[in-house]
């Protein structure tokens, strides 16, 4: 019974930034990890980034670390991604994702966000 809420991206060029945000609400008794995921039409969905529920342990794909930062905001509970330099191949549909562990594949959460377009132009 946990909704996740999603807001933030868009179009931007590249080199440019974008930042997401996802909102939990419902029955949220408990700190979730949580996690962002990305899929590009005809692609599979792919790991991006992911923040423990409560030790501060993140880790990311190593296709953006360097560049993006997750972050999580426990009085509003929300989570964040920040993208810096983004590149035209990074353009796809960007879901938050909450679940026991911060692990690096979906099936390890339970709860979604609708997703949200970000696309990167050259």
Do not use: H
Not at 4 to 16: F, I, K, T, W
Not at 91 to 112: N, V
Request: proline share 2%.
């Amino acid at each position: 019974q946990v909704q996740l809420v999603q807001s933030g991206g868009g179009s931007v060029q590249a080199g440019g930034s974008l930042r997401l945000s996802c909102a939990a609400s419902g029955r949220t008794g408990r700190t979730y990890a949580m996690a962002w995921f990305r899929q590009a039409p005809g692609k599979e969905r792919e790991f991006v980034a992911a923040i423990s529920s409560t030790e501060g342990i993140f880790g990311y794909a190593d296709s953006v670390q360097g560049r993006f930062t997750i972050s999580r905001e426990n009085a509003e509970n929300t989570v964040n991604l920040q993208m810096n330099d983004l590149k035209p191949e990074e353009t796809a549909a960007y879901y938050c994702a909450a679940g026991r562990d911060a692990l690096g594949y979906s099936s390890a959460y339970d709860y979604w966000g609708q997703g949200t377009q970000v696309t990167v132009s050259s």
